[in-house]
C-alpha cells in the first residue's frame, strides 16, 4: 500500500456517467457464479470421491451440501 496522498488534481471535477449502463454488473437469480474457493484437501478428496460414484459433478454436489445445510440452518433458528 502506498502512504502517499492523493494529488487532487490528477481527479476530474466532474465525472460524465452519461454514458454508463445499469446493471452490467448484476447477477440474475438462478444464475450460475464460478467462484474460488479453498477447501482442505482431505475435504476436496471425501466430496471428489462422493461425486463420482454418484455420476455427478463436484461443484453439483458441494451446492446440493450447502443449499441443505442452509436449509437446517434456518429451521434451526
Known amino acids: 500500500m ?6 487532487d488534481d490528477k481527479m476530474p471535477a466532474e ?3 452519461s454514458k454508463g449502463v445499469r446493471g452490467v454488473h448484476h ?3 438462478g444464475a450460475k457464479v464460478f467462484l474460488p474457493a479453498s ?5 476436496w478428496e471425501y466430496f ?3 461425486a463420482e460414484q454418484k455420476g455427478i459433478e463436484l461443484s453439483e454436489l458441494l451446492t446440493d ?5 442452509i436449509e437446517i440452518n434456518e429451521a434451526l433458528k
Do not use: T, Y
Open 27 to 29: 447477477i440474475p437469480a
Open 2 to 7: 502506498n502512504d502517499r496522498p492523493i494529488e
Open 15 to 17: 465525472i460524465d456517467f
Open 48 to 50: 471428489s470421491g462422493k
Open 65 to 69: 451440501v450447502l443449499k441443505r445445510d
Open 39 to 43: 477447501i482442505e484437501r482431505s475435504v
